[in-house]
């Protein structure tokens, strides 16, 4: 991931409603495009495994139920 601007996910489309990512400093940033004022910042290891995690489904439990 290059060290630019944030990028969103391929599944926001049309929404600008999304979670965005930019590698910075060898870290990685995540953000909320609708609160870009509020940055999470980890290591690409814990990001990895955040992303293996949603793959896997570890924390659908914790999705709310769309209607």
Not at 20 to 33: C, K, P, T
Not at 38 to 67: C, W
Request: glycine content about 6%.
């Amino acid at each position: 991931m290059p060290s630019s601007g944030w990028q969103k996910s391929s599944y926001s489309a049309a929404h600008d409603d999304c979670v965005e990512v930019r590698a910075v400093a060898g870290m990685v940033d995540l953000r909320e495009s609708d609160d870009a004022d509020v940055i999470v910042r980890t290591t690409p290891t814990k990001f990895a495994a955040l992303l293996q995690g949603i793959k896997s489904g570890e924390f659908d439990r914790h999705a709310t139920p769309t209607t």
